[in-house]
Structure formats: structure tokens, C-alpha cells
């Protein structure tokens, strides 16, 4: 099979893709796929550059409680998010869905 310069520059022909490890937010096994996004802990918006890949629906429960100066300010650790109230409650509701599970996130109420 030929295969364009341009998609061989991209793609990594002597090692095949590392599986990622836990989710850092929720400890559940990562698989790749549409389950999986990354997610800047400082956004870019706010000078970050450093990402990492969380679940689908941690990235948008994240975003869905805290705004981007919020995030960048008081939560930019994985501690520091785990320790929040409506984030841990979250841990707790999610730990027992397989780790391909997505539901869209309600906007949270207490974001302004």
C-alpha cells in the first residue's frame, strides 16, 4: 500500500499508541475514542498550554461548574478540583459507569 509523505509524517509506524492511563479527575480507565478528550488545567485563554486526557464527561462537567478565570485562579489541579463539593459529588455518581459512558452535563446553576 502507498502511503502520502504528508500521512506518514503523522503517524508513527515503529511504535503503535501508548493505551492511556486513569483519568486524572475520576481514576476510571481511559479507552480510546470519542469517550476521551484533553483538557488544559490552566485554559488557553488564560496562558495555559499543558493538556492532559480526561473522559468526555469530566472535561464537561468541569467546564460546566467553572469558568475559565475560575479554572485558571483556584483550580488548576487535579487536587483542587477533586476537593471541590459538586466535583466530588460527581466522582462519586460516575465511578460506577463503564468508562465509555456520556451524558450530556446540565449547566450548573451557580455559575454566573
Known amino acids: 500500500m502507498v502511503v502520502k509523505r504528508s500521512q ?12 492511556p492511563g486513569p483519568c486524572p479527575l475520576c481514576a476510571r480507565p481511559l479507552v480510546p475514542g470519542a469517550s476521551v478528550d ?7 485563554s488564560q496562558g495555559g498550554v499543558a493538556k492532559e486526557a480526561v473522559h468526555r464527561i469530566c472535561h ?8 475559565e478565570k475560575e479554572l485558571a485562579r483556584n483550580f488548576h489541579s ?4 477533586r476537593a471541590h463539593p459538586a466535583i466530588a459529588d460527581f466522582i462519586r455518581w460516575v465511578a460506577s459507569k ?6 450530556r ?3 450548573s446553576s451557580q455559575r454566573r
Not at 8 to 19: D, K, L, V
Not at 38 to 44: F, W
Open 98 to 103: 463503564p468508562p465509555e459512558f456520556y451524558r
Open 60 to 67: 464537561r462537567k468541569i467546564h460546566a461548574t467553572f469558568n
Open 105 to 107: 452535563n446540565a449547566a
Open 8 to 19: 506518514r509524517a503523522r503517524t508513527n509506524w515503529c511504535h503503535p499508541p501508548e493505551p
Open 78 to 81: 487535579w487536587e483542587s478540583l
Open 38 to 44: 484533553e483538557h488544559h488545567l490552566v485554559p488557553r
